[in-house]
Nanobody, 116 residues
């Protein structure tokens, strides 16, 4: 059983920064990809950024240059540094872990609100 626990969401003004963290625990084995997705009210969940266990990264076009994903393999933790936040970044952010491309796990989500 794998559990993902997110932290770091909150309310921030436009132009501000937040850092999200997601710690994974349980049976984590083999090559894996950790990532962040988000879902705004009334919209579908979308990819924000992913990082493989060999640190290859992928970003949505809308966050490139503003967000940075990183991970600590020893702690099974993934981070998302979000800078220059915009109101359109407001969403529930979900941590995701894919193991061997077969097993897919989600965190409970953390709210990020960008508003003045």
């Amino acid at each position: 059983q794998v559990q993902l626990v997110e932290s770091g969401g909150g309310l921030v003004q436009p132009g501000g920064s937040l850092r999200l963290s997601c710690a994974a625990s349980g049976s984590i084995f083999g090559p894996n990809t950790m990532g962040w997705y988000r879902q705004a009210l009334g919209k579908q969940r979308e990819l924000v950024a992913t990082i493989t266990s060999s640190s290859s990264t992928n970003y949505a076009e809308s966050v490139k240059g503003r967000f940075t994903i990183s991970r600590d393999n020893a702690k099974n933790t993934v981070y998302l540094q979000m800078n220059s936040l915009k109101p359109e970044d407001t969403a529930v952010y979900y941590c995701n872990l894919k193991i061997l491309g077969l097993y897919n796990y989600w965190g409970q989500g953390t709210q990020v609100t960008v508003s003045s």
